[in-house]
């Protein structure tokens, strides 16, 4: 398999993908709301005095493992993440809270090789003059649901070194757990184009649906149009 270069690591990558029209929504919180979520091996990072919350909704496209067609049914969906960020014995990284997709076969895959907390929903995304609509919708029983509409503003930018934009979006790894042992998975990628963003947030229930309860304040927002990944395979942390 073919090696890349991140910024902070070697990659052999596993498999491929873009993701595009991404919303970073990020909230500050207090590191002690979330005291027994992260899991063993992992401490919380912290900046300006808070963790941080993210709600990213965006579409994959393009995916596929390495040295293989795309799989029909897998090569483009939606998704919604929740996540934070963390520091294990890799280095800095991105904990998952949950990860919904409009794919039940990308999700089954996900879960399996990456252990991921995947679930799959309903999700529509519409793009018009520019703007995103997205409806995301876990069904009953988890209460998870995203209705946003977004869209950039600004010209594109790369994010300073040291500042909060690149600290919030310039993680190049991915830590999950099963049955108690702790994998990562190395991400390389360019550095992220970013615009400002608007959003309209009509409901969002998707770090509730985690026990993760979000300040009032409206959230930090950034936009990227598409950005091209490698993701290395799982290996124990």
């Known amino acids: 398999m073919k090696e890349v270069q991140s910024p902070t690591s070697k990659v052999r990558h596993a498999m491929t993908q873009r993701w595009e029209n991404l919303l970073f929504a990020h909230w500050r919180v207090d590191p002690a709301s979330l005291t027994g979520k992260i899991p063993a091996g992992l401490s919380l990072d912290v900046r300006d005095g808070g963790a941080w919350i993210a709600v990213t909704p965006f579409v994959i496209s393009k995916l596929r493992l390495a040295g293989l067609p795309p799989i029909p049914g897998t090569s483009r969906f939606p998704e919604v993440n929740v996540r934070t960020y963390v520091t294990g014995a890799g280095g800095p990284g991105v904990w998952f809270f949950s990860l919904?997709?409009?794919?039940?076969?990308?999700?089954?895959?996900?879960?399996?090789?990456?252990?991921?907390?995947?679930?799959?929903?309903?999700?529509?995304?519409?793009?018009?003059?520019?703007?995103?609509?997205?409806?995301?919708?876990?069904?009953?029983?988890?209460?998870?649901?995203?209705?946003?509409?977004?869209?950039?503003?600004?010209?594109?930018?790369?994010?300073?070194?040291?500042?909060?934009?690149?600290?919030?979006?310039?993680?190049?790894?991915?830590?999950?757990?099963?049955?108690?042992?702790?994998?990562?998975?190395?991400?390389?990628?360019?550095?992220?184009?970013?615009?400002?963003?608007?959003?309209?947030?009509?409901?969002?229930?998707?770090?509730?649906?985690?026990?993760?309860?979000?300040?009032?304040?409206?959230?930090?927002?950034?936009?990227?149009?598409?950005?091209?990944?490698?993701?290395?395979?799982?290996?124990?942390?």
């Open 100 to 237: 919904d997709a409009g794919s039940p076969l990308a999700v089954f895959f996900a879960r399996r090789l990456y252990h991921l907390p995947y679930f799959a929903a309903r999700i529509a995304v519409v793009e018009k003059d520019g703007g995103i609509s997205y409806r995301c919708d876990r069904g009953p029983g988890d209460g998870a649901e995203l209705l946003a509409d977004y869209g950039p503003i600004g010209d594109p930018f790369r994010a300073v070194p040291g500042s909060i934009e690149e600290w919030l979006t310039g993680r190049y790894r991915l830590y999950a757990t099963e049955r108690g042992t702790l994998y990562r998975a190395e991400i390389a990628h360019e550095p992220w184009t970013l615009q400002r963003a608007r959003a309209e947030i009509h409901r969002n229930t998707m770090a509730e649906a985690s026990g993760i309860e979000l300040p009032p304040e409206r959230p930090v927002l950034h936009f990227s149009r598409a950005l091209d990944v490698e993701i290395g395979w799982p290996e124990k942390a």
